[in-house]
């Protein structure tokens, strides 16, 4: 069983619409990671996140706790946002991270 | 933040040789984590690289296969040793923001195995 899962696999959307990834994870966490990973293999980090909710420009990235879950949404969603979004925790206990397999998002024009 | 310039970006390979990686950081960081990203799946901990001790390594990865240089707080190296085709994969460096908790990675090192 992996200790992150991210649902949908894949996700092929138009252009202005609203995208939600989901993310559950099974152990204790001391943060949850968004990352934006573009096609040439680099990864950005997009949120870092413990409780509630937060906001940068179109991306609102949320987490339950108590639920174990977490989603980020796109607003308006762009071409350019076309990528594959990955969730990861840090437990709250040793230095490994866990990663979920990614969520591949297109978006057309 | 952490600015991580990892190289090179991409390479092809023989069978048997070797090829080493290199990430530098533009702060001084305690660990540095390096990945590797099959096709299709998420990454997975090669190894933890500390500065004046010996790397950790994570089940199924070697220091014979994978050994690693971490000469001080801002570079690391990652040798993939007498490569396969199943060695062809993204491998990424990344560090932990010391304050922030944050992730910052390389860009990646696309590596195809002949």
């Known amino acids: 069983k992996n200790e992150v899962e991210q649902s949908p696999q894949n996700l092929t959307a138009q252009e202005g619409e609203f995208i939600t990834i989901n993310c559950s994870y099974s152990?204790?966490?001391?943060?949850l990671h968004w990352l934006q990973q573009h096609p040439g293999g680099g990864i950005v980090s997009l949120f870092m996140?413990?409780?509630g909710k937060k906001k940068h420009g179109r991306l609102i990235a949320t987490i339950n706790i108590q639920e174990k879950h977490s989603s980020l949404h796109i607003t308006a969603s762009h071409p350019r946002d076309s990528a594959v979004y990955i969730c990861?925790?840090?437990?709250?206990?040793?230095?490994?991270?866990?990663f979920g397999t990614g969520t591949s998002l297109t978006v057309i024009p | 933040s952490a600015v991580i310039s990892q190289k090179p970006s991409r390479d092809i390979c023989q069978r048997g040789t070797s090829l080493t990686i290199q990430c530098q950081v533009d702060s001084q960081v305690t660990m540095m984590f390096w990945y590797r990203q099959q096709p299709g799946q998420s990454l997975t901990l090669i190894a933890t690289a500390n500065q004046g001790s010996e790397a950790t390594y994570e089940s199924g990865f070697v220091i014979d296969k994978f050994p690693i240089s971490r000469p001080n707080l801002t570079f690391s190296t990652l040798t993939v040793s007498n490569m396969s085709p199943e060695d062809s994969s993204i491998y990424l460096c990344?560090?932990?923001?010391?304050?922030?908790?944050?992730?910052?990675f390389g860009e990646g090192s696309r590596l195809t195995v002949l």
């Open positions: 996140l413990s409780s």
């Open positions: 990861a925790v840090g437990p709250n206990t040793g230095n490994q991270f866990y």
């Open positions: 152990v204790g966490i001391s943060a």
């Open positions: 990344s560090v932990e923001g010391l304050w922030s908790g944050e992730l910052f």
